[in-house]
Nanobody, 122 residues
Framework: QERLVESGGGLVKPGGSLRISCAASGFSVEHYEIAWFRQAPGKEREGVSC????????YWPDSMKGRFTISRDNAKNTVYLQMNSLKPDDTAVYYC???????????????WGQGTQVTVSS
């Protein structure tokens, strides 16, 4: 059975860093485009970043690239999101998703994780 499990969320102070993980089972992440989304309280779920099967990366918006970095470890079947210079506005539940194309459109993804909470607060 295909499954994605996020981990690594927590409480971090503004300006701090955090790396969250997305571990897959039942399929290989190297064969899918893997994206990170986030959902803040009272807001729509929005795309953050995606890594393609060819290791090209996309960030939404593009300016996110300076603070966030997506990467993949095929041996561990895991995708990571390194988040630096965190701001209170980054507070959200972060979800990973697997699909056939890197897009910010949620409906394009086949599998979703349950999410991990990231809270940025002093």
């Amino acid at each position: 059975q295909e499954r994605l499990v996020e981990s690594g969320g927590g409480l971090v102070k503004p300006g701090g860093s955090l790396r969250i993980s997305c571990a897959a089972s039942g399929f290989s992440v190297e064969h899918y485009e893997i994206a990170w989304f986030r959902q803040a309280p009272g807001k729509e779920r929005e795309g953050v970043s995606c890594i393609s099967t060819s290791d090209s990366t996309t960030y939404w918006p593009d300016s996110m690239k300076g603070r966030f970095t997506i990467s993949r470890d095929n041996a561990k079947n895991t995708v990571y999101l390194q988040m630096n210079s965190l701001k209170p506005d980054d507070t959200a539940v972060y979800y990973c998703a697997a699909g056939g194309v890197c897009t910010h459109l949620r409906g394009s993804y086949y599998y979703w994780g349950q999410g991990t909470q990231v809270t940025v607060s002093s």
